[in-house]
C-alpha cells in the first residue's frame, strides 16, 4: 500500500534519527494511512479509499460524496 493520502496528499516526511551518541541516520516519518469503505450513494456503490487520519475526519465534515469531488478533482481513480 503506497503511504500516501488520496484526499489531503499527504505523503512520507522524510529526516534523521538521532541516538544517545548524536549519530544521524535517515528514517522516514510515515502519514497514519488507513483503508475505509464508504457508501457512495450517488452511484450505488461502495468505494475503498486509503485516506491518512486527518483525511477520515475531513470525510466525516465534508461528506463523502463532496471528498469523491474533491478526489477525483486531483485527478485521482476512485
Known amino acids: 500500500m503506497s503511504a500516501h493520502c488520496m484526499l489531503t ?4 516526511g522524510f529526516g534523521n534519527q538521532i541516538s544517545h551518541s ?4 535517515s528514517r522516514r516519518f510515515d502519514p497514519n494511512i ?3 469503505r464508504y457508501w457512495l450513494p450517488g ?4 468505494v475503498r479509499l486509503r485516506l491518512s487520519a486527518k483525511g477520515i ?5 465534508i ?6 469531488a474533491r478526489i477525483r ?6
Request: proline fraction near 3%; hydrophobic fraction near 35%.
Open 9 to 12: 496528499g499527504a505523503r512520507p
Open 22 to 25: 548524536h549519530r544521524r541516520t
Open 34 to 36: 488507513q483503508r475505509k
Open 43 to 46: 452511484e450505488g456503490r461502495f
Open 57 to 61: 475526519k475531513t470525510v466525516d465534515a
Open 63 to 68: 461528506g463523502v460524496e463532496a471528498a469523491v
Open 73 to 78: 478533482a486531483r485527478e485521482v481513480k476512485v
